[in-house]
């Protein structure tokens, strides 16, 4: 027990050199991405590359990986991401409100805690802890910067590489109740292979088909006359091929005739835009392409193939948009390729192409109804997007 106790303690001590990964990171994305220096000065990613080698001979992984970070940053291109290997991962998965962020689905030993809001970790106020990890994110899209700092808040090793946590797999979180009362605990960290979340009845239908690993799915309200599709990734779905689904869709549509279509993008990652062909086809040239009845929600997690999906929808089809602007800018770089750092593992990935999917625009695509997103309403169980196009 002595020897496996120094074994462990040795390995939590224990740096490495990865100035020959930092080496591999540079002559890869420069070699790889066509835009690199469109994107930033090619003497500012030099001098970023020199101080990261520096760094990267005494250094642990979580370390190197948070340097990484900083630098990818300050590129700023949504699709030229890294992704470490997260072998552990608090058992819980958090949502950033606008009255703070909170814990929106935990596994089975720690329910107490869910909707509960995040207001420390390791004795950390959650001010700081947003603070650290939005300086290892890109700047010019808050509602990038909202989906990626909740998503990375359960990660121990990126907590840990930024100096938030003392352990590399446990800390004290501590939250305030849904009935007012502060309370911390130990959580430790598990395998995220084997982790499954519990869902709840508060999560919207849209979040619900992308948890389960749906891609798409449809549900007629008979109360209101109105149909919302739910399309949660841009990518076939084995079974049901989207042509078929397609097809059951409108069967529905010409059996309802509904009042109003809704088309659920918040939380579609993107995939494949040309997925979505049969239904912009079909969408086209129904009774629904009119002002007033076509919605398309959109949101942080809408991504990629997903926006380009709903800016297609806003620029040749009457569709009207609500909800938060897209967690991806309008025009962006991607067609992406990926390496693996030889010592610490960490996939890299990167853009060869560059998406000019509306000329003239900057940022994310921004919606005709902006909504708020608040914890009060997320654990009564309503929708504010929803709510807002069925009462409007």
């Known amino acids: 027990m002595l020897f496996w106790s120094n074994s462990i303690f040795s390995q939590n001590i224990t740096r490495y050199d990865y100035s020959g990964d930092a080496a591999v990171f540079a002559n890869q994305l420069k070699s790889g991405h066509p835009y690199l220096f469109k994107l930033i000065p090619e003497d500012t990613f030099d001098l970023l590359i020199t101080g990261l080698k520096q760094k990267a001979h005494n250094i642990s992984k979580e370390a190197f990986t948070v ?10 291109d949504e699709h030229t991401r890294i992704a470490p290997i997260d072998s552990l991962i608090f058992p819980m998965r ?8 909170a814990v ?11 909707f509960s809001r995040l207001i420390a970790i390791d004795g950390h106020p959650i001010a700081e802890v947003l603070h650290a990890l939005s300086g290892i994110l890109k700047k010019d899209n808050v509602s990038f910067q909202k989906f990626w700092t909740a998503y990375y808040l359960n990660r121990p090793a990126m907590l840990y590489g930024l100096g938030l946590l003392e352990q590399r797999d446990r800390a004290t979180f501590t939250f305030l109740t849904s009935s007012g009362d502060t309370v911390s605990t130990t959580i430790h960290a598990v395998l995220a292979a084997v982790l499954r979340l519990n869902y709840c009845r508060n999560l919207p239908m849209g979040m619900q088909v992308a948890m389960e690993g749906r891609h798409y799915d449809y549900k007629y309200d008979d109360t209101t006359g109105v149909l919302f599709f739910e399309y949660a990734s841009c990518s076939e779905e084995e ?4 042509r078929e689904f397609n097809k059951q869709l409108f069967d529905m549509v010409k059996a309802k005739h509904p009042s109003k279509l809704i088309v659920d993008l918040r939380y579609n990652g993107g995939g494949n835009s040309s997925v979505l062909n049969p239904f912009l086809r079909s969408i086209r040239s129904s009774y629904l392409n009119a002002p007033g009845k076509l919605y398309v929600l959109t949101g942080r997690r809408t991504f990629s193939s997903a926006l380009m999906n709903a800016v297609e929808m806003v620029r040749t089809i009457h569709a009207i948009t609500a909800g938060e602007p897209t967690g991806a800018n309008i025009n962006h770089y991607g067609e992406v390729k990926s390496f693996v750092l030889p010592d610490s593992k960490i996939t890299v990935y990167y853009s060869t192409k560059y998406w000019e999917n509306w000329s003239g625009y900057d940022g994310p695509l921004v919606p005709d109804i902006s909504l708020e997103h608040r914890y009060s309403n997320f654990i009564e169980g309503r929708d504010e997007a929803l709510e807002y196009i069925l009462h409007h």
């Open 67 to 76: 340097e990484l970070f900083r630098i990818n940053a300050r590129i700023a």
């Open 94 to 101: 958090f949502e950033w409100f606008d009255e703070g962020m």
């Open 104 to 114: 929106i689905m935990t596994d089975s030993l720690h329910h107490q805690h869910l």
């Open 239 to 242: 079974g049901l091929p989207f």
